[in-house]
């Protein structure tokens, strides 16, 4: 298993200008790692619904990376998404689902299926048509690069070491991401008007 800030840091140096849709427990890492919060949009309190607004700004902005960092019961709660991602196919759009097998956010109870759902072949049963899944941080570094050059939508599962909310003393506890997602929506509508 990956420690989600480690494989986070990985990401953010292939990053370039993508636009990243973290959510849940997702949302402050991102947030702590990011270096372009500009086109960054946490929807900490949108569980289930990452991948849906990740849709949309891919769709709208099709010459622009977009990165979806969900969760796994995030992901559980809306599996519809994958078939319309599927669907629509936008080459551009990148979702990563960072499965730890429970929902870390309300406690850690497990998600229902854990160890038996293959998130990966859901995906391409939805029609992605690529698909990777990772469980170990040197493999995921290695291959990263490979990956994001990889014609979308693509689907990327990376099993994480749960990190429970109210587990981890010390840790800020909040409803959602440290900046409201409507001030993060108009920072990144302002960033496509600049260029």
Same mark, same amino acid.
């Given at each position: 298993?990956?420690?989600?800030?480690?494989?986070? @840091?990985?990401?953010?140096?292939?990053?370039?200008?993508?636009?990243?849709?973290?959510?849940?427990?997702?949302?402050?890492?991102?947030? =702590?790692? &990011?270096?372009?919060?500009?086109?960054?949009?946490? !929807? $900490?309190? &949108?569980? +289930? %619904?990452? /991948?849906?607004?990740?849709?949309?700004?891919?769709?709208?902005?099709?010459?622009?990376?977009?990165?979806?960092?969900?969760?796994?019961?995030? !992901?559980?709660?809306?599996? $519809?998404?994958?078939?319309?991602?599927?669907? #629509?196919?936008?080459?551009?759009?990148?979702?990563?689902?960072?499965? *730890? +097998?429970?929902?870390?956010?309300?406690? +850690?109870?497990?998600?229902?299926?854990?160890?038996?759902? &293959?998130?990966?072949?859901?995906? #391409?049963?939805?029609?992605?048509?690529? @698909?990777?899944?990772?469980?170990?941080?040197? =493999?995921?570094?290695?291959?990263?690069?490979?990956?994001? *050059?990889? #014609?979308?939508?693509?689907?990327?599962?990376? %099993?994480?070491?749960?990190?429970?909310? *109210?587990?981890?003393? +010390?840790?800020?506890? @909040? /409803? $959602?991401?440290?900046?409201?997602?409507?001030?993060?929506?108009?920072?990144? #509508?302002?960033?496509?008007?600049?260029?």
């Amino acid at each position: 298993m990956i420690n989600q800030r480690e494989m986070m @840091a990985v990401l953010e140096r292939h990053r370039n200008n993508a636009v990243v849709v973290p959510t849940m427990m997702g949302s402050v890492p991102w947030l =702590e790692t &990011s270096g372009l919060t500009v086109r960054d949009v946490p !929807l $900490g309190g &949108s569980m +289930g %619904k990452a /991948s849906s607004f990740g849709l949309g700004v891919a769709l709208a902005q099709p010459n622009t990376p977009v990165y979806v960092l969900d969760g796994d019961g995030s !992901l559980e709660m809306n599996l $519809g998404t994958l078939i319309t991602i599927g669907n #629509k196919g936008p080459d551009n759009l990148y979702h990563f689902m960072l499965d *730890n +097998g429970v929902y870390a956010y309300t406690g +850690g109870q497990p998600i229902p299926g854990n160890g038996r759902v &293959s998130f990966v072949e859901l995906a #391409k049963a939805a029609g992605y048509p690529a @698909a990777f899944e990772f469980e170990d941080l040197e =493999e995921f570094t290695l291959q990263i690069e490979s990956v994001l *050059n990889t #014609k979308g939508p693509v689907f990327i599962a990376i %099993k994480i070491v749960p990190e429970i909310l *109210n587990e981890a003393p +010390g840790r800020r506890v @909040a /409803s $959602g991401p440290s900046r409201p997602t409507r001030i993060a929506m108009q920072e990144l #509508k302002e960033s496509f008007r600049t260029g």
